[in-house]
Each structure stands twice: as structure tokens, then as C-alpha cells.
């Protein structure tokens, strides 16, 4: 026996399964993860929507399952105004429609959920299959592992429905630098084509953060092809065709989505909101905007209790440098925790780098300053980045002498480490109690009641904007249970006579108590409450 094949025997079995099963080591991954996912759903607690985010995320869902871009404008549409929803000149979803088209998937196989779930393996397939572009295809596949058991993205991720934004741009810019690392061989059409679908998912999922890391990825990738077509290098032609087919069907679908939602081509939904229901600005070197022509209190008390905090500090230098750090910081630990975070900064330190390393870097640099220069950050806003970062985790680690020197075992236990740690933090996000979880209990309770009903909903003084109560379907008449928000003791009559045939009920958001003020039959003043003790 040979000392190569000796040595290949004796090698751990990742290296082996990374080496010789291809396929089976981008799926092995992707199917734990979506195990992972489904068995945190039940035997811990099955999702349900309860944030502004997530409702708005599931009427795109709705709409996309029943074959709509959007929605008509409901004629009573000003007692149905709601965070993160557009009423005019269409009622839809403000976010960009890619997640919608991800929980449309998950309705027509039973539950927008499942949708969540496939796009959560297909993000760890898509990063294993990026890793191995770049590094030893046995550190790709335990890469791809530990992203499968990352407690805080498998939580905040895998068990709610407004994840799709950060994990959709996780997975297209893993298909963005993938593509790039097979274009440093030459790569065909199958690459140019992932290359451009990865554009366009940025652009359909994530627009500005995608952009952030999708430009130094498109500058590299020019110089590379440019470099080749002066040179007629063979395929470098049949490259920059596929890339221009696949990115300008994801340009002509947006052109398109925008159209129907906004009227506009150039306007998307997400700036239209903006434009129509807040006054802070979405980046700090914008100026604050006018009152708006659509204000709806609870929003209103959002922005300036949420928003414009941020934006004030961050205008002056010293608020927007360290709040600029502490994004940067943050973002770190929720990704790479504080094991690797302090691992990475070793391995910058301990070795020089690699024109790849200094790239990664770059590309880091320019999503970092951009972000911090957002009004409004979370850690998901981040996700199209965090493949990047981790990226120049694995190539680090696999060029350093600690790891070549130990066989892997440093890798290994890192590794190990991370997973305790993100297991510990991702506890924070399990199923709430309380007011946020308030509405969906008096959901089920009015399920189980005989026909169709009406819940208003008036808000007091001392209101928390963060709870919304006012959330529905994308066919608001045709839906079992209708929430309205009213403001005057007049807006009760308006829509008890449009709704004639509901049962009509007032919530009491202090309290936590529904009072019916008419059954479904019509017959007025029956005394019949029904309280929630959270």
C-alpha cells in the first residue's frame, strides 16, 4: 500500500466524505439543518407569526400562494393601516418579495413555515458549496455542519417568519462568492448563470445590504472576465452572457413587481412606505423628513420612540462612531460568537495574509461602513455579509500552521466551542409570553366561535407600539376573523354596516378583554367577554 492511500484511510472521515461525496456533502447538512428546524418546532414550539415584520412578511405570502402580486385597495382600506403594509395605491407587503415567494412555497405544501425551513437548508448547501470553492472540501463540509447547528440563527432563522430578508441574502451571496471562486479558473455557463441568479437575490431579497457586498464581488469579477475576453480566452464570453441573461430576469421582475405594488418601475414598495409613514430617514446623512401625509399614531410613536433616538445620535461624530463600532461588534458575536470572533482576530494577527484574506477584508470594510451608516440595524439586516465573514474564517483557519500542525483537531474544537456558545445564546430566542403572544391566543379562541367576525381595536395613550393588534389576510373580506383600528366612536357604525353580518367585538388592549357588542345573528347587547389571563 501506498503512503498517499495509507494516509487517505487514516484520514478523519470529514476529509473523506468532503473529498470523494460531492453531493452528499452539500445535502448531509441541508437535510440536518431542516431536521434541526423541524424538531425545535415540535417539540419546543411551533411559529407563529407575532412581530410587525413577520405579518407583513406572511400577507406577500398570501398573495404570492393565491397568483397575485398584490392586492387591490380595500374601500374602508384607512381603518386597516399597519406596520410594514402599503394600503394605497395597492395593499401589500413593503418588503422586497423574495421571502414572500419562500413562505408562498411553505403555503402550497401546508404551512408557510416549511418554506422557511427549505430556504434554511438550501442556505446551508449554498454555503458549503461556496466554502469548497475556496477551501479543502473536508473544512467546507464541517463548516456547512456547524451552520446547520447554529443555535441563534437556527432560533431567530429557522423558528419565525421574518427571517426570509437575512437568510435569503445569506444564500444568494454564498452563490455570489462561490461563483466568484469558480471564476478564478475560467468557470462555463453554469457559473456565469449562478453568478447573476445571486445578483438578482440580493436584489429581491436584501437590496441595500446585498449591494454592499455585491459590488466588490461584480468589480472582481469584471477585472477577471475583461482580463479574458482581451485575451480571447475561450468561454469567458458565454460567462458575461450568463451572468447578463440571469441578472436581467431578476432586474425585469423587480421593474415588473414594482409596477403592480407602487405604479412606479423605479419606486419600490419598501421606499414607498417609508415615503407615505415615517419621518426619520433610512440612513443618517438624510434629513429628516416632513410630516406625512398617511400618519397613523402608533406609528408615529414608533418612529420616534425606535428611530429617531438612532438617527439624532448618530448624526453627531462621536454617537456614530461608537454606535457604528457596536453594530460592528454586535454583528460579530451574533455570527461568529465570541469564540470565533476572537479566533478570527488571532489568525489576522498570526500569520500574513493572502491576497484572498486582503479581499475578504475589503469586502468586509465596505459592508461594515455601509451598515453603520444605516438609522436602523439588526444582526439579519447583516446576513448577505456574514458569508464573507465567514469565508475568511475558513480560509484563515485552513492555511494556518496551528491547524495544518494538528491534524484538524483545532478545527474540531472550535468548533465544538462555538456550538455551546450559540446553543446558550440562541435560548433568548424561544416562543414569547405575555402581550406578545396575547393575539394569537384570542385567535384561537375566536376560531372555534360560530361564524365570522369584526375586532376593533382602539389604542390608549400609554400604548406600547411595538404590540400591533391590527393585522389581516390578503383577502381582507373573505377572512374568518377582521381586525380594524378606530379612533372615534363613529368608525364602529362605518364598519358594523359593512360588516353587517359579523359578529362584532371591541379589545380592550389594556386589559386583555373582548367584549361583544353584537353576535353573529345580529342581536345587540349581549353581555359576552371574554378575558385572557397571560
Known amino acids: 500500500m501506498s503512503r498517499a492511500s495509507a494516509e487517505g484511510r487514516l484520514a478523519p472521515w470529514w476529509k473523506r466524505w468532503g473529498e470523494d461525496r460531492v453531493w452528499p456533502s452539500l445535502c448531509l447538512p441541508a437535510v440536518l439543518a431542516i431536521a434541526a428546524c423541524f424538531c425545535l418546532a415540535h417539540f419546543f414550539w411551533w411559529p407563529r407569526p407575532i412581530i410587525h415584520d413577520e405579518f407583513s412578511y406572511l400577507l406577500a405570502g398570501e398573495t404570492f400562494a393565491e397568483g397575485r402580486l398584490t392586492n387591490p ?12 403594509v ?25 404551512d408557510p413555515i416549511y418554506g422557511i425551513w427549505l430556504c434554511y437548508g438550501l442556505m446551508v448547501g449554498s454555503f458549503v458549496w461556496m466554502l469548497r470553492q475556496w477551501v479543502p472540501a473536508g473544512v467546507a463540509l464541517l463548516g456547512g455542519m456547524a451552520l446547520a447547528f447554529h443555535g441563534q440563527l437556527l432560533m431567530s432563522w429557522g423558528g419565525n417568519f421574518y427571517a426570509g430578508g437575512g437568510l435569503l441574502g445569506f444564500t444568494f451571496a454564498c452563490w455570489v462568492y462561490g461563483s466568484l471562486g469558480q471564476m478564478r479558473g475560467g468557470g462555463g455557463w453554469r457559473t456565469g448563470i449562478l453568478f447573476g441568479a445571486g445578483l438578482s437575490g440580493l436584489m429581491l431579497s436584501r437590496p441595500y445590504e446585498g449591494f454592499l457586498v455585491a459590488l466588490p464581488a461584480t468589480l472582481i469579477a469584471s477585472a477577471w472576465l475583461l482580463k479574458r475576453l482581451f485575451k480571447r480566452r475561450a468561454g ?21 413587481y414594482n409596477h403592480r405594488v407602487t405604479g412606479n418601475v423605479l419606486q419600490m414598495p419598501y421606499t414607498r412606505h417609508q415615503q407615505d409613514y415615517y419621518r426619520t430617514p433610512l440612513f443618517l446623512f438624510q434629513e429628516l423628513g416632513q410630516q406625512k401625509v398617511r400618519p397613523v399614531l402608533e406609528i408615529q410613536a414608533f418612529d420616534e420612540s425606535s ?23 454586535k454583528y460579530g458575536v451574533f455570527y461568529l460568537g465570541t469564540v470565533g470572533l476572537l479566533g478570527l482576530l488571532y489568525l489576522l494577527a498570526s500569520q500574513p495574509l493572502a491576497r484572498t484574506a486582503k479581499s475578504l477584508l475589503a469586502v468586509l470594510a465596505v459592508s461594515g461602513v455601509g451598515l453603520s ?17 465567514f469565508l475568511l474564517f475558513a480560509f484563515l483557519l485552513a492555511r494556518s500552521n496551528v491547524f495544518r500542525q494538528s491534524g484538524g483537531r483545532v478545527l474540531l474544537v472550535v468548533l465544538a466551542l462555538m456550538f455551546v456558545e450559540h446553543a446558550f445564546r440562541g435560548r433568548k430566542f424561544g416562543w414569547p409570553e405575555g402581550p406578545l403572544n396575547a393575539r394569537a391566543v384570542m385567535v384561537r379562541e375566536l376560531e372555534v366561535l ?16 411595538r404590540l400591533e393588534w391590527v393585522y389581516n389576510h390578503a383577502r381582507i373580506d373573505d377572512s374568518r376573523i377582521i381586525w380594524a383600528r378606530v379612533d372615534r366612536a363613529d368608525d364602529s357604525s362605518e364598519l358594523g354596516n359593512y360588516y353587517s353580518r359579523r359578529s362584532l367585538w371591541v379589545l380592550d388592549t389594556d386589559q386583555l378583554v373582548l367584549k361583544c357588542i353584537r353576535d353573529v345573528n345580529g ?12
Not at 458575461?240 to 425585469?252: H, N
Not at 360560530?450 to 407600539?465: A, F, I, Q
Request: aromatic content about 12%; proline content about 9%.
Open 450 to 465: 360560530p361564524g365570522n367576525h369584526l375586532v376593533l381595536v382602539s389604542y390608549g395613550r400609554d400604548h406600547d407600539p
Open 236 to 256: 469567458a464570453r458565454v460567462v458575461v452572457a450568463a451572468v447578463l441573461i440571469s441578472f436581467g430576469a431578476g432586474v425585469f421582475f423587480q421593474g415588473l
Open 307 to 329: 428611530h429617531r433616538p438612532l438617527y439624532t445620535a448618530g448624526r453627531r461624530w462621536p454617537g456614530l462612531w461608537r454606535d457604528g463600532l457596536e453594530k460592528l461588534l
Open 523 to 534: 342581536n345587540i347587547g349581549r353581555d359576552r367577554v371574554l378575558e385572557f389571563d397571560l
Open 73 to 84: 385597495t380595500h374601500p374602508l382600506h384607512r381603518y386597516f393601516e399597519t406596520f410594514g
Open 86 to 110: 402599503l394600503q394605497e395605491p395597492s395593499y401589500m407587503s413593503k418588503y422586497p418579495p423574495l421571502p414572500g415567494l419562500a413562505l408562498a412555497l411553505g403555503i402550497w405544501l401546508g
Open 373 to 389: 451608516v444605516s438609522t436602523f440595524s439588526l444582526c439579519h439586516y447583516a446576513g448577505p455579509g456574514a458569508p464573507v465573514l
